[in-house]
């Protein structure tokens, strides 16, 4: 691994292909690593299975997404603390650095009141991870918005020790991604890029495809002192061929690359 800030393809980018696929796209278009989207696919939620494609394919796991999805509400536990607890064993088992995790939905109130202090426990019996918070977003519907997560969609409210910054949900939001990445501060440690136009849903679009300052928080990662990985998370359901597919992660992997490289001053 070189000194640049790896570049990592999120299974989820795949989908509806497998995580399988995911190590062998990664690894035919040159991206540094995988982070692994622990869902209903059973080889997501396999240390030994992980393992094996990432020795097979030349492409770690660098990071890992806790199972905090609408979708995987039952992956190996009803219980979050317990999934929350297995991500970071996958992760310690397969030496990714980070574990990536959601601010509790409205209705885990238990989760939610002792989520903060919880976090710190986990953290100090994995004294090797970090636990990255992600920013989400107010849903909206029928003209009425509401907020699915407690106490809220922005984790710089709460105050955690690391963060991922997700640019697909920051035009979710309708906020500023750069002024969240500076609340964020030295405890930004893990990027999801994609992008977005405002409309007010999740689109995890290709970088460049939205209205997203992606290429400027790049540029401005190592002004920053960023010691993590930005991850490629980005919706490719919708291409009608593996071809297409590969397109759109090609693109993606480009964009990043040029922009990192590209690296300019955070102002005061």
Request: hydrophobic content about 40%.
């Amino acid at each position: 691994m070189t000194s640049r800030v790896p570049v990592l393809l999120s299974t989820s980018s795949v989908f509806p292909e497998r995580t399988a696929a995911a190590f062998q796209m990664a690894a035919a278009l040159g991206y540094d690593g995988v982070e692994v989207m622990v869902w209903t696919d059973a080889v997501s939620q396999d240390a030994g299975a992980l393992r094996g494609l990432a020795e097979h394919y030349g492409v770690p796991v660098l990071s890992v997404h806790a199972p905090c999805l609408l979708v995987t509400q039952r992956v190996w536990s009803s219980d979050p603390w317990v999934r929350l607890r297995r991500a970071a064993e996958l992760a310690e088992t397969l030496e990714a650095p980070t574990v990536v995790v959601h601010p509790p939905f409205t209705w885990q109130r238990d989760y939610a009141r002792t989520f903060a202090d919880g976090l710190d426990t986990i953290a100090d019996q994995f004294s090797g991870l970090r636990f990255a918070v992600e920013n989400m977003y107010p849903v909206r519907m029928a003209g009425r918005q509401f907020v699915p997560y407690l106490p809220g969609w922005d984790p710089t409210e709460t105050g955690y020790a690391s963060y991922t910054l997700d640019l697909s949900h920051t035009a979710a939001a309708h906020t500023d991604a750069l002024q969240l990445a500076d609340r964020m501060g030295s405890g930004l440690a893990h990027v999801h890029l994609g992008d977005g136009t405002g409309e007010g849903r999740d689109e995890h679009l290709v970088p460049g495809r939205g209205n997203q300052p992606c290429a400027e928080l790049l540029r401005s990662l190592a002004g920053r002192g960023f010691t993590g990985s930005v991850a490629v998370e980005v919706t490719t359901r919708g291409a009608k061929s593996r071809e297409l597919r590969e397109a759109d992660l090609r693109e993606a992997l480009e964009f990043a690359r040029t922009h990192l490289t590209a690296a300019s001053p955070v102002e005061a």
